[in-house]
């Protein structure tokens, strides 16, 4: 959709977001339970009946899911795309309309409702977002949380400032200003926290604890003290109580690039890891969706033996074609276009004589994946935008967003962690 909005075809777009947005008001049950009103769909199908010749929507929100999980992220990407058309088309009217502000309203509330937690990122269910079947990323995986600041940053510039919509404009500032604190101490993963971790003390109480998350350093892998580079670094996978997911995930650390939730700084050494770690994480079919695989004792534990997520394969550190525009706007972001122009050319080589593959297979993604569709839309289209964001970098400006200087926290790790 994204690409359709590049080579001027608002009008595409303009209907999907609207398509979607009355899917968001239907009835949604599974089990006799009633879903969020905000919930977007994962999925829906257009089911043709022959004999009236007429076309109708067909929505899923997790009836139908594996797992039988809502989406979270559809919500986010669905404000995150009503951002890129009004910046594309210069068109304020469709975000102004009565039922886009009161679909972004809905989502809203589903994420900013007051709970138990004490931390500002949100709580999720496994197999919530794009790494939709069981991994080991339920609590608080640093997908959703890039794509929740993503969405708060893109709904701030896109809600009125009226009756309803000044409520929330003051409830996003104020956890922006809390997400971007914690996302940018807690998350954060580089050398110097890496020895800082190692050398943590457990069992603190009390505001003055170091160790606030009460992580065990027996619990650090021991693939992470080779992978992480003396210059390099990037947000962790996951964190909460005793526990901290060290695996790297593509969308989560792009998205935080290109949401501003990573400082210049930040963003300099993901891209520094990625360019050091090029052939673990790019190899010869881009790009991870996370790094490394679990396997073994872990893997049956985790997953629950889905043999769909075996080692390097589908979501358990397969490759996928389509995070491709997500690494090259980041890139283009950080000033590195021949960082993506390289992957892009690694990709040129296969993507289109293996007909486009959802994923591909290996610790370098030589092979399709075992269950992999072919011709998949996504896949093209990630390389289509990653192509146009190259030859006309001024296309980033859809899907990035500067940082606001009124996020920047001072940074104090011995204060803080």
Not at 131 to 149: C, H, K, N, S, T
Not at 276 to 296: F, N
Request: charged share 25%; net charge neutral; proline share 5%.
């Amino acid at each position: 959709m994204k690409s359709l909005t590049m080579i001027r075809e608002p009008e595409i777009v303009k209907n999907f977001l609207l398509k979607t947005l009355r899917l968001q008001s239907w009835e949604k049950k599974i089990d006799r339970f009633q879903l969020g009103e905000g919930v977007m769909p994962a999925s829906f199908k257009v089911l043709h009946d022959p004999v009236r010749n007429t076309e109708t929507l067909i929505a899923d929100f997790g009836e139908s899911a594996i797992g039988r999980v809502a989406p979270i992220d559809s919500g986010f990407w669905w404000i995150i795309l009503l951002r890129a058309y009004t910046k594309s088309t210069g068109d304020t009217s469709l975000s102004e309309l009565p039922e886009c502000q009161k679909g972004m309203r809905l989502i809203l509330s589903l994420c900013l409702s007051e709970g138990f937690d004490t931390f500002p990122t949100l709580l999720c269910a496994d197999g919530c977002s794009m790494i939709d079947r069981r991994m080991g990323v339920y609590g608080y995986p640093i997908e959703i949380q890039a794509l929740f600041f993503m969405a708060l940053r893109c709904a701030l510039l896109l809600l009125k400032h009226d009756a309803e919509g000044k409520e929330f404009v003051e409830r996003i500032v104020n956890r922006l200003h809390a997400l971007s604190y914690h996302m940018r101490n807690y998350f954060w993963l580089d050398l110097k926290q890496l020895n800082d971790i190692y050398r943590y003390k457990t069992e603190e109480y009390s505001h003055t604890a170091v160790n606030k998350f009460n992580v065990m350093p027996d619990s650090l892998p021991e693939w992470v003290f080779d992978f992480m580079p003396v210059s390099g670094g990037y947000f962790l996978g996951n964190v909460g109580p005793s526990n901290m997911d060290f695996r790297w995930f593509c969308l989560g650390n792009c998205i935080a690039i290109l949401s501003s939730l990573a400082t210049p700084e930040q963003a300099t050494k993901i891209m520094e890891l990625i360019e050091s770690r090029w052939h673990e994480l790019v190899g010869e079919m881009p790009l991870k969706v996370c790094y490394p695989a679990i396997e073994g004792h872990e893997w049956r534990i985790v997953t629950g033996c889905d043999p769909k997520n075996t080692r390097w394969s589908y979501h358990n550190g397969g490759s996928w074609p389509v995070l491709l525009w997500l690494l090259t706007a980041a890139c283009i972001k950080t000033g590195r276009p021949q960082l993506a122009r390289r992957a892009i050319e690694v990709a040129e080589q296969r993507l289109s004589k293996d007909g486009w593959p959802e994923y591909y297979d290996g610790k370098l993604g030589r092979f399709i994946g075992k269950q992999a569709r072919k011709y998949q839309t996504w896949s093209i289209a990630g390389y289509l935008v990653a192509k146009m964001m190259l030859e006309d970098p001024s296309h980033l400006g859809m899907i990035s967003l500067e940082e606001d200087k009124q996020l920047k926290p001072v940074l104090k790790r011995s204060a803080s962690f």
